[in-house]
């Protein structure tokens, strides 16, 4: 939460440094122009963005998304009537409902109270229409020189392109963001934080489109996990599982590796890497571990099915002839590699 009050900050902090910015060219030329309404309502809009920095050091964000919004509304209505549709000010105010919802999902991920921002944006397109209408109908109140009357409108285009791209940015970085979590939480096994079976499939099939008989796969559970579960309840079962999988991590840290399903875990890697000698230090280093759990020692050992792959075989044929192994050996005794 404090990273994305953080987060939330630094962008108001951008948005409100822009505008003044923007306020500052405003009053200058306003005042050229002899716009003295308009320079001196200019003025005032800076006085706020002065006192917006302290809304935003002290997090009332909702309180400076809010009055943002109103002073923006106002200073648009008010400029177009006084410079008119030629200055572009009517369409400068419309560019900021983008960011009204992309702060709402801000504040809704924190907790804070709904901004309203259709309610906003409403407001926005009622000023919009209003302020157009009155200057088609009556015309402006300031006559100012066609050249001024350029640089408004080209400054206030590339304010709104530049927002568009910065807000359309910031979109593009958050469904980024979702995208990647959401494949992680698609391919990640929550208990022990490694790749799950989809992961492992889409690995192995890459590695079957290549050339597969260059790789191995080996199929390792937990030798009589149900008596640890019967014995000492599910938690400590889990806990034995992280071990194991931490201990998985630390041995085969050159491989490709994941939670396969329950107890079973699954490993491939390249004919580089020595399978025998690998798979048999996993063994041994998960019989030699003692996992304690509430002042509880379990020890358990693991029974591992190695398999190489054939020309023409499909990556399933390849996993159950390594499963098959896997059987042959908690048939034999259990706590052994078999090849």
């Known amino acids: 939460m404090d990273k994305l009050m953080k987060k939330m900050q630094r962008l108001a902090y951008i948005v409100n440094s822009l505008i003044a ?176 079976r989809h992961f492992m499939m889409d690995q192995l099939k890459k590695i079957d489109a290549k050339d597969a008989t260059k790789h191995w796969v080996a199929i390792f559970d937990i030798d009589n996990f149900k008596a640890v579960n019967d014995i000492y309840g599910h938690n400590a079962g889990d806990a034995v599982l992280i071990g194991v999988a931490d201990i998985l991590q630390e041995v085969c840290s050159e491989c490709t590796y994941a939670r396969w399903g329950g107890e079973e875990f699954l490993i491939t890697a390249s004919n580089s890497i020595d399978k025998e000698a690998l798979l048999e230090r996993l063994r041994q280093a998960v019989a030699d571990k003692e996992f304690v759990y509430e002042d509880k020692t379990i020890s358990v050992t693991i029974t591992v099915g190695v398999s190489s792959c054939t020309v023409d075989e499909s990556v399933d044929r390849w996993i159950q002839r390594a499963d098959k192994l896997l059987y042959e050996g908690k048939n034999s005794g259990k706590n052994r590699v078999v090849m």
């Open 21 to 196: 910015l923007y306020v500052v060219f405003f009053v200058v030329i306003f005042r050229y122009a002899g716009a003295t309404y308009l320079w001196k309502i200019s003025l005032g809009a800076l006085l706020y963005y002065a006192i917006a920095y302290i809304l935003i050091w002290k997090k009332k964000l909702q309180a400076y998304v809010a009055s943002l919004y109103l002073i923006i509304i106002a200073y648009m209505f008010v400029a177009t009537i006084c410079v008119g549709l030629n200055s572009g000010f009517q369409v400068y105010c419309l560019s900021m409902i983008p960011l009204l919802f992309y702060f709402d999902y801000l504040g809704e991920q924190l907790n804070m109270r709904k901004s309203r921002p259709i309610l906003y944006s409403a407001l926005i397109g009622v000023t919009y229409y209003g302020c157009t209408e009155y200057v088609l109908v009556s015309g402006s109140i300031y006559e100012i020189d066609r050249k001024i009357s350029v640089i408004l409108l080209g400054l206030n285009s590339l304010w709104v392109l530049l927002l568009l791209i910065f807000y359309s940015s910031l979109m593009v970085k958050l469904v980024r963001e979702y995208e990647r979590k959401l494949k992680e939480q698609a391919m990640v096994d929550r208990l022990t934080g490694l790749y799950n």
